[in-house]
């Protein structure tokens, strides 16, 4: 797969002698970017900062827990299969080879200025960014959608002429959240007072106000500029600074005639830094998802093989593939401030060039919480994936985060609580975590301009706790819980980062819809049963009382088909060796 900072030489090298698919929706290519935004292996530029850094951990919190930390003196042995143990009291020059040993295993430092000992410190604020907010496809239209990015509260919506709006999420009157409003004839209305929003923000309409009386200058909103870019809306979250359009992400294989992309949206509970650890880890994927599709299977993990070809202040790029490989075959870059694509290009029989991109636009939503924008797609569609309905791809993108979702959520917690850099914490190895110790020394370089960060060798702690939201309540809540916006009451409604329903239906138009068809009909076959029963007992000839019953253990059949495809859309997955 080609990269706009490839040479068309490499990339025929890389792709011409690859034909097999992509084993997993990890696992496929990636587009390329905007040549404007493409990473270069340029030297660094004048405004970047070296600065020496000890032997000791640097941290942004005087708080320490060292008992947390990781001794690399430790004398505990890895067992090999066809190794035998090494002894306990092994002597002094044994420890030495085995500390050699792990060097040739475990990531070591990455560039001239790790090596030196140096921390490289590059300019960067996380509000002069890009962030996906929403698939514009699924952008209500009846009510306004309330969004996070980090603490920063947004309200987005499409006003009467379909144009999308976004503003700070929060009445200038008495400080209430307008995403728990409504529109009215395209304008936003605060539901505390009334006060109607439109436009820039300016505020048109404040009922308490005598007739004669203008509304004050100062009763206006804070807006924030929003883009739609290849169905995907975007957010510039800097007040200060201009929208810098060439930051706006673009990608090459959305634009090619025939592609075609199945794009998810899933909100979870863990931060956004260690989701894009757990995308960039292809090594994880035949043990945590083995059987979930067609080709993950455990007995497949393996070494893998990585080359990093660029590093820059926005990120960092390279081929990878099993260790066997030769040449690499996926591409993978990660770019700021959460972008990441893999992609790979193919050669057909016909010697016709296909390409193949998973790309995943993550958003930081606050302390422990992410949401993910999926896209998986490709020139060449399998004609067996034609068979199925998009709802069976999305609820099958469910289950696989709830596959991974119970130890990034311990991960997330131990990171918080260690209170230390991954590198204290973290056994990198080359052959399978290359990619991840590229991220967490790219967040060394640029963390200082984040509200908070977790490095290889730095970080900073939240300044202020995190914030626990309520659900809405009231009669009407759990009627309107089918869009994102208005909240719920009940099991399945209620806004629980645990719940299938809420991480990703109330996010998802097509779902939402399906579920209510197969809900409708359950409950039209199940009357239908139960009418067609009663009619069987009534009637007098048998070969009738038959055909009734037939009919009716088809009507129940059919809304048990329709109760599981229900159940499959909102139950989360649960390993069979986990179940009680």
């Known amino acids: 797969m080609a990269s706009s900072c490839i040479s068309s030489a490499t990339t025929s090298t890389h792709f011409t002698s690859h034909t097999s698919q992509p084993k997993m929706a990890l696992l496929c290519s990636f587009p390329s970017h905007n040549p404007l935004l493409s990473f270069s292996l340029s030297t660094p530029p004048a405004h970047k900062l070296i600065v020496p850094v000890p032997p000791l951990l640097y941290l942004s919190q005087p708080h320490r827990q060292p008992l947390l930390v990781r001794k690399s003196n ?23 080879e085995e500390e050699e040993g792990d060097h040739k295993v475990l990531v070591g430092p990455g560039s001239e200025e ?35 990015v980090y603490d920063k509260h947004v309200v987005l919506y499409r006003d009467g002429n379909r144009q999308l709006r976004c503003y ?56 924030y500029e929003v883009r739609d870019s290849q169905g995907v809306v975007w957010v510039w ?36 830094s260690i989701l894009l650890e757990n995308l960039m880890d292809p090594a994880h994927i035949p043990i ?127 990171l918080m609580k260690s209170k230390v850099a991954t590198k ?11 990619w991840v110790a590229e991220y967490r020394k790219w967040m060394d370089k640029v963390g200082h301009g984040m509200p908070y960060h977790f490095g290889h060798s730095t970080i900073s702690l939240p300044k202020e706790p995190a914030v626990v939201e309520h659900a809405p309540a009231g009669l009407v809540a759990g009627v309107s819980a089918s869009a994102p916006a208005k909240g719920g009451i009940g099991t399945m409604y209620a806004p629980n980062l645990a719940n299938r329903y809420f991480r990703h239906v109330i996010h998802c138009k097509g779902c939402r819809t399906v ?49 599981t495809a229900v159940a499959l859309n909102t139950t989360n997955f649960i390993r069979t060796h986990r179940r009680l």
């Not at 067609?532 to 809304?559: D, M, N, P």
Request: aromatic share 10%.
């Open 515 to 563: 579920i209510k068809a197969f809900q409708a009909w359950k409950n039209a076959l199940s009357v239908m049963a139960l009418t067609l029963t009663a009619l069987a007992i009534l009637v007098s000839g048998r070969q009738w009382k038959a055909l009734l019953l037939v009919l009716a253990t088809v009507c129940s059949a059919g809304a048990y088909g329709c109760s």
């Open 74 to 96: 430790s004398k505990c042995g890895a067992v090999a299969d066809i190794k035998a143990v090494p002894p306990i009291d092994a002597n002094q020059e044994e420890e030495e």
């Open 168 to 223: 700070e999420d929060r009445c200038p009157h008495r400080l209430a959240k307008l995403s728990e409003g409504q529109l009215i004839d395209g304008r936003l209305e605060c539901l505390y007072h009334g006060w109607q929003f439109e436009g820039d923000g300016k505020c048109v309409k404040i009922p308490q106000l005598p007739a004669e009386a203008k509304i004050p200058r100062s009763a206006c909103l804070r807006t």
């Open 114 to 148: 790790e090596r030196r000992g140096e921390r490289v410190v590059a300019d960067y604020d996380w509000t002069e960014e890009w962030y996906p907010l929403y698939l514009a496809q699924d952008v209500p239209d009846d009510a306004p959608l309330g969004l996070t």
């Open 237 to 272: 979250m800097s007040q200060k600074t201009p929208p810098n359009l060439n930051k706006l992400p673009w990608f090459e294989n959305f634009a090619r005639p025939g592609f075609q992309d199945t794009s998810t949206t899933h909100e979870l509970p863990y931060d956004h």
């Open 288 to 414: 945590s998802h083995d059987r979930t599709d067609w080709s993950a299977k455990r007995e497949d993990a393996q070494p893998l093989g990585f080359e990093v070809t660029e590093r820059t202040d926005r990120g960092f790029a390279g081929w990878w593939g099993k260790a066997k490989d030769k040449p690499l075959p996926n591409f993978l870059r990660f770019e700021a401030p959460c972008v990441l694509q893999n992609n790979r290009e193919l050669l057909d029989e016909n010697g016709e060039k296909h390409y193949f991109t998973g790309l995943f636009l993550c958003r930081p939503t606050g302390q422990g919480k992410s949401m993910l924008i999926v896209r998986f797609g490709t020139t060449k569609r399998s004609p067996l994936a034609k068979l199925f309905p998009q709802w069976y791809f999305h609820q099958n993108g469910a289950k696989v985060f709830e596959q991974d979702m119970g130890f990034l959520s311990s991960q997330n917690e131990i």
């Open 424 to 434: 204290e914490l973290y056994l990198n190895l080359k052959s399978s975590d290359t």
